[in-house]
């Protein structure tokens, strides 16, 4: 009986029933069942557990999850039961009189696993809470309702190929929304569903690995793999999901380069340049990237010494080219091997090797029209200078490779002999000078030689003049040039002279055999003892200076015993100079060597001439001294015409002007009236005074005469100058040269009126002429008047 009161009380705890009921027939089943005293329970309010509902359930109506009751509830209807929290009213509903708790909808775990609510029992007539609320959980119990998933598919990786077996190739991960905790909803399982038997996958953990040895990359690069992955364990009825992961083989050098054919065949022109490409080998290697890389050699000896190969730019193909120049004539073919070996090589897979292969190659040689070819590839030919025009230099020969019996045409090109030194000859190649060589003025001409196939020739014959020979026009692809240097060999045909010109000194201290002067000579001939230059100076003891000659193309020249005596001029001392060619040639030259006074610590004061002059000369001083006086009387005598002219300007600028309303002062004292001839004052005559005019008719004033009446000669000047004065007044009114009378005015006549007259000596007379004097002497004048009386001759008065 009270095993199944447990049961009873473990149905209802699970479908969460609580209640005041539940607690005392538990605990008076649980006291029962154990011999001993009876325990009394506490008293409590509430007594509540968890409640379980199952997802996705749905039934017709709302489904009973459990039951609220309180000890209060008499069963009198007196209390009425509330539910908050989380769904409540809307997910979960509750009977007010009851404390039934239903369910209104399914639930999903996987949206919401659990719900909070708050239950409380109040009083229905007045709502006053009966027992503290109390909080409680409802959970969604989960049920296999989630398939797993691959969030991370699908899934790409790479794995070597020639892997081992078990080699890890990727790891796959599914999830399961369903709760881990409850059953095996959650528990998943791996399994292959297409790859086999080239993949495997680990049950538990997901992991890819390789299942066959040596999967190759040249038979199948990509696989494609299904994954599948199953909850409940992988057993029936479980739910599954599945992902597909793309594995791609990685190449490794596995597979040797090979040859498609064993024979390659070429054939190239015999005028190819070295670099030029004969053919292209390509040796197939079906790895990628740096596997496949390649490098070809050639194996026989005369096929490297010929041509040579090399890899391309993308290092798989090997490109043939010449090597050197090929001569049909010489050899018409050549026959070698050539190898291909990969560049990089695994270790790990030298079992497959060897990683290289061989094939033969065969090139044929074309014949092709070619120039003639030089028997040299230069040509150092020389002659003497000075030779006469037509002197053989040397032969030039070719000869054509492809007939050798045709004949060849020689020429020389213009700009390579600009002067026109040489000549060739057509036919044979004969090189002659033209003009005599020097080879002083130049040593080495540089010729190029034309040497052209007869066959190519085109004769431009137009009009010639009379034995002119036609010029070939040749076909410059059948010519060939080759360079002929011709030296000019030297003859003794320059006499030595000196290296430059010498103009020394020497002091007049100097001391016998002091050395003046070290002569160097040059000779620009070259051929034996021509270069090799003796030097000779004066002989006899007339000699002022000595040359010793130094043996080695110089000479010394020396001060000798006795020293050379002082002269005003430089000394010139003549220098012989001879060589040792055949026929020797010898020349003169002169050295200038001046005696100067030298300063104490040997450097020159002074080589002037003047410094060597005889003691009876004049000196420096004096010479400085006469130029400085000459200067001196020069600058005066500029000077003093300077200034003469200047008043000259000045006396003319102020006779321009008029007289009459002009004063000139003169500052010089005039000679008294004896001096005749200092003033000609015959204007300041008085015209009462004056002499008669001469007879005749009066000449007019106012017409210029037309010619010149000689002037009559002048009778000797009277002493008195009253008589000199109307002399020259005669003289001047005679002239027939002088303006007319209107444009001059005479101011001698001072006036009338005055009881004295004129003040004037001019107009007075003398004793000798008899004029008449003033109307009263001049001693009446008084004592003011003395000074002048004394001046017009009055006597002074007797002294006392």
């Known amino acids: 009986m009270w095993g199944l009161v447990r049961l009873l ?7 969460g029933c609580v209640g005041r009921l539940a607690a005392p027939v538990r605990a008076w089943a ?13 008293r409590r309010s509430w007594v ?3 409640f379980f509902v199952i997802e996705e359930y749905a039934g017709p109506e709302p489904v009973l999850i459990g039951k609220l009751h309180s000890d209060v509830d008499r069963g009198e209807g007196r209390t009425k039961y509330l539910l908050t929290g989380e769904g409540a009213g809307t997910v979960f509903v509750i009977d007010e009189a009851t404390g039934n708790i239903h369910v209104t909808k399914s639930l999903d775990r996987e949206e919401k696993a659990q719900y909070v609510l708050l239950a409380q029992a109040v009083d229905r007539a007045s709502n006053r809470p009966l027992e503290p609320p109390s909080e409680f959980i409802i959970k969604v119990q989960d049920i296999n309702d989630n398939p797993p998933v691959f969030p991370l598919g699908p899934y790409h990786a790479t794995v070597p190929e020639m892997s081992n077996v078990g080699t890890s190739v990727i790891q796959v991960t599914a999830h399961d929304a369903d709760d881990p905790s409850y059953g095996n909803s959650a528990k998943l399982v791996y399994t292959v569903l297409d790859g086999l038997p080239f993949f495997s996958v680990d049950p538990q953990t997901g992991v890819v690995r390789t299942a066959i040895p040596n999967m190759d990359r040249e038979t199948q690069e990509e696989f494609l793999v299904v994954i599948q992955a199953k909850d409940m364990g992988g057993h029936m009825g479980g739910l599954s999901g599945s992902t597909t992961v793309t594995v791609t083989l990685s190449d490794v050098n596995d597979n040797p380069p090979k040859f498609p054919q064993s024979l390659y065949q070429f054939s190239v022109v015999e005028t190819a340049g070295p670099g030029t490409l004969v053919g292209r080998l390509q040796a197939q290697d079906p790895d990628l990237g740096d596997n496949a890389l390649m490098a070809y050699s050639i194996l026989d000896g005369e096929g ?3 041509f040579s190969i090399s890899t391309d730019a993308q290092g798989r193909d090997g490109l043939l080219t010449v090597r050197k120049p090929l001569d049909f004539e010489t050899r018409r073919s050549y026959s070698f091997r050539v190898e291909a070996t990969n560049t990089l090589i695994d270790p790990a897979y030298l079992r497959r090797g060897p990683f290289k292969d061989v094939a033969s190659v065969r090139v044929a040689v074309q014949d092709a029209p070619e120039p003639p070819a030089f028997t040299q590839t230069a040509y150092h030919l ?3 200078e000075n030779k006469a025009p037509g002197t053989r230099v040397g032969q030039i020969s070719a000869a054509d490779l492809d007939s050798p019996a045709s004949p060849i045409r020689y020429s020389i090109l213009p700009h390579s002999d600009p002067e026109h030194c040489f000549s060739i000859e057509p036919e044979d190649g004969t090189i002659r000078t033209a003009v005599p060589l020097d080879r002083e003025a130049r040593v080495w001409h540089n010729l190029t030689v034309l040497a052209t196939e007869l066959g190519e020739e085109s004769w431009a014959l137009g009009r010639q003049r009379p034995r002119q020979r036609a010029v070939p026009e040749y076909s410059s692809a059948q010519a060939s040039r080759v360079q002929v240097a011709i030296q000019t060999l030297d003859e003794n045909d320059n006499a030595p002279q000196l290296a430059e010109p010498y103009d020394t000194f020497v002091c007049d201290s100097a001391s016998p055999g002091q050395l003046i002067q070290v002569i160097r000579a040059l000779d620009r001939d070259e051929v034996g003892n021509s270069s090799r230059v003796s030097l000779q100076g004066p002989l006899g003891p007339e000699a002022n200076f000595t040359v010793r000659d130094n043996r080695d193309g110089s000479a010394s020249l020396l001060l000798p015993s006795r020293p050379a005596p002082p002269r005003q001029a430089p000394y010139l001392v003549p220098i012989e100079l001879w060589d040792w060619g055949q026929p020797a040639l010898h020349s003169t030259a002169t050295v200038t060597v001046s005696v100067c006074r030298c300063r104490p610590d040997g450097s020159v004061a002074s080589c002037r001439p003047e410094a060597q002059l005889s003691p009876t000369g004049l000196s420096t001083g004096a010479l400085l001294a006469i130029v400085t006086c000459v200067g001196t009387l020069l600058a005066l005598v500029v000077l003093f015409v300077a200034l003469r002219r200047q008043k000259q300007e000045a006396l003319m600028v102020l006779e ?15 000679g008294g009236e004896e001096d005749t001839e200092a003033f000609d004052i015959a204007a300041l005559q008085n015209p009462d005074g004056a002499a008669p005019p001469a007879p005749g008719p009066p000449l007019r004033r106012d017409v210029l005469p037309r010619g010149r009446a000689p002037r009559p000669t002048r009778p000797p000047a009277p002493a008195d100058v009253a008589q000199l004065l109307a002399l020259r007044l005669r003289e001047a009114d005679e002239d027939p040269g002088v303006p007319p009378y209107d444009s001059v005015q005479v101011y001698g006549y001072e006036g009338r009126g005055s009881s004295c007259g004129s003040l004037s000596s001019l107009g007075s007379g003398s004793e000798a002429g008899g004029a008449p004097g003033p109307a009263e002497p001049a001693d009446d004048w008084g004592p003011l008047f003395r000074t002048l009386a004394e001046l017009y001759g009055a006597k002074e008065p007797p002294g006392p």
């Not at 649980?30 to 506490?42: E, I, V, Y």
């Not at 321009?656 to 010089?668: A, G, L, M």
């Open 9 to 15: 009380l473990a149905w209802l705890g699970g479908w």
């Open 30 to 42: 649980g006291n029962r069942g154990r011999a001993g005293p009876a325990l009394l329970r506490t």
């Open 48 to 50: 509540w557990n968890q």
């Open 304 to 306: 490297s010494e010929a």
């Open 382 to 384: 020389a002659v003497l």
């Open 656 to 670: 321009e002007e008029d007289v009459r309303e002009n004063i000139i002062t003169y500052d010089d004292e005039g």
